[in-house]
């Protein structure tokens, strides 16, 4: 009796091993595609996942996300957008998959696309700024500036310490010319995020642009007597 229950305990035994070494593969996996590891690294990863059957629907979706984002790091839009095609139809009210798909398109100069993409990203969560930020910046490259300023205010009542949303609103400022504003943006995102090296660049060139634009030219400054072109012997 004893030997059989041995027996019945090692055939048990031998059944389950499989079973957690699948798991403990895919935990592994997880920790990959999950990670902020080397994009090729994530891409085979989540691929791995993607194509091993033993995963919910959910969880599938977020593996094709993972693997939409490691693509984009590549600039694989292609195959980013593709990715994002999956999330969709796997989770149609996943509000991010629309706006990481609209900045797929957005980078691939696919304006009205990403538009459209970014429009349900807003209406399937109010409460996030950055499809309001991505819409913004395509307004912006269009030159249609007070869309692009009312996108960024609108960003900013939702999350109104976002360092990227006052960069990007100067930088529209700075195009119209509205100097003081577009400085005031960029130290805005300075002071939220001390570390923001393009805020910085963007806020000298302000500067820089702010003085040639008001400077008298020296043939006006010897006229009014403000400054003189030639110091007097």
């Not at 990715?83 to 509000?95: F, T």
């Amino acid at each position: 009796m004893l030997r059989q229950i041995r027996l019945s305990a090692a055939v048990i035994a031998m059944v389950a091993l499989p079973t957690l070494a699948a798991a403990d593969q895919l935990a592994d996996q997880w920790k990959i595609c999950d990670g902020t590891g080397p994009a090729d690294q994530r891409i085979e990863a989540c691929t791995w996942i993607i194509k091993s059957g033993n995963e919910t629907k959910k969880n599938i979706a977020i593996a094709y996300g993972n693997r939409g984002a490691a693509y984009r790091a590549k600039d694989d839009l292609d195959s980013a957008i593709r990715d994002y095609d999956e999330v969709i139809k796997l989770d149609p009210k996943s509000a991010s998959s629309y706006m990481f798909r609209g900045n797929g398109y957005r980078a691939r100069g696919d304006y009205d696309r990403a538009i459209a993409d970014y429009n349900t990203a807003i209406k399937l969560d109010r409460n996030d700024a950055g499809p309001l930020v991505g819409r913004g910046n395509i307004y912006s490259a269009k030159n249609e500036y007070e869309r692009a300023i009312s996108d960024y205010d609108a960003a900013l009542k939702i999350r109104p310490k976002y360092p990227l949303a006052f960069r990007n609103r100067g930088i529209v400022y700075s195009k119209m010319k509205n100097f003081d504003r577009a400085i005031d943006d960029y130290s805005e995102a300075i002071r939220l995020d001390p570390t923001y090296a393009e805020a910085y660049d963007n806020r000298g060139d302000a500067w820089l642009d702010k003085r040639t634009t008001t400077a008298p030219s020296p043939t006006t400054a010897r006229r009014s007597g403000s400054i003189r072109a030639i110091p007097p012997t």
